[in-house]
Protein backbone atom coordinates (compact mmCIF):
# COMPACT_ATOMS: atom_id res chain seq x y z
CA UNK A 1 0.00 0.00 0.00
CA UNK A 2 1.34 3.49 -1.06
CA UNK A 3 1.26 6.40 1.58
CA UNK A 4 -0.17 9.82 -0.34
CA UNK A 5 1.59 13.00 0.56
CA UNK A 6 -0.03 14.94 3.13
CA UNK A 7 -1.05 18.20 1.84
CA UNK A 8 -1.01 21.15 4.81
CA UNK A 9 -3.58 23.04 2.60
CA UNK A 10 -6.56 20.19 2.79
CA UNK A 11 -8.01 20.54 6.79
CA UNK A 12 -11.02 18.52 8.13
CA UNK A 13 -13.89 21.30 8.74
CA UNK A 14 -13.43 20.37 13.07
CA UNK A 15 -9.55 20.92 11.80
CA UNK A 16 -10.59 24.60 10.02
CA UNK A 17 -12.37 25.18 13.42
CA UNK A 18 -10.12 24.50 16.36
CA UNK A 19 -7.65 26.74 13.63
CA UNK A 20 -10.15 29.31 14.34
CA UNK A 21 -11.35 28.94 17.76
CA UNK A 22 -7.39 29.36 18.35
CA UNK A 23 -6.86 32.19 16.35
CA UNK A 24 -9.84 33.89 18.42
CA UNK A 25 -7.55 32.99 21.28
CA UNK A 26 -5.14 35.28 19.75
CA UNK A 27 -8.14 38.34 18.87
CA UNK A 28 -8.70 37.95 22.18
CA UNK A 29 -5.24 38.45 23.71
CA UNK A 30 -4.54 41.73 21.95
CA UNK A 31 -7.87 43.24 22.18
CA UNK A 32 -7.49 42.75 26.32
CA UNK A 33 -3.83 43.81 25.66
CA UNK A 34 -4.85 47.06 23.41
CA UNK A 35 -7.74 48.53 26.44
CA UNK A 36 -5.05 49.30 28.24
CA UNK A 37 -4.24 52.50 28.60
CA UNK A 38 -0.62 51.58 27.67
CA UNK A 39 1.68 48.65 27.12
CA UNK A 40 4.98 46.71 28.45
CA UNK A 41 7.33 46.10 26.08
CA UNK A 42 7.06 42.66 26.82
CA UNK A 43 3.21 43.00 26.41
CA UNK A 44 3.19 44.92 22.99
CA UNK A 45 5.87 42.07 22.17
CA UNK A 46 3.24 39.72 22.73
CA UNK A 47 0.65 41.86 20.78
CA UNK A 48 2.95 42.23 17.91
CA UNK A 49 3.35 37.92 17.81
CA UNK A 50 -0.23 37.25 17.86
CA UNK A 51 -0.99 39.64 14.86
CA UNK A 52 1.38 38.36 12.90
CA UNK A 53 -0.03 35.06 13.73
CA UNK A 54 -3.06 36.29 12.36
CA UNK A 55 -1.99 37.02 9.11
CA UNK A 56 -0.41 33.87 8.18
CA UNK A 57 -3.46 32.15 9.15
CA UNK A 58 -5.20 34.69 7.02
CA UNK A 59 -3.04 34.04 4.48
CA UNK A 60 -4.36 30.49 4.15
CA UNK A 61 -7.05 29.65 1.85
CA UNK A 62 -8.94 27.40 3.94
CA UNK A 63 -9.20 29.39 6.77
CA UNK A 64 -10.19 32.21 4.92
CA UNK A 65 -12.96 30.67 3.66
CA UNK A 66 -13.86 28.93 6.74
CA UNK A 67 -14.59 32.36 8.34
CA UNK A 68 -18.07 34.28 8.60
CA UNK A 69 -17.85 38.07 7.48
CA UNK A 70 -18.07 38.44 11.33
CA UNK A 71 -15.03 36.74 11.91
CA UNK A 72 -13.03 38.31 9.31
CA UNK A 73 -14.08 41.95 10.34
CA UNK A 74 -13.43 41.18 13.83
CA UNK A 75 -9.99 39.26 12.98
CA UNK A 76 -8.99 42.25 10.87
CA UNK A 77 -10.11 44.70 13.67
CA UNK A 78 -7.08 43.97 15.24
CA UNK A 79 -4.27 45.24 13.06
Known amino acids: MELQ ?3 P ?3 TPEQIQRSISSAFDSVNLINQLKAQPSLTEE ?3 RV ?3 VEHLRIMLAKEWFSEGLTEQQKTDINSCF
Request: proline residues 8%; negative net charge.
Open 5 to 7: PIN
Open 43 to 45: EQD
Open 9 to 11: DEQ
Open 48 to 50: NRN
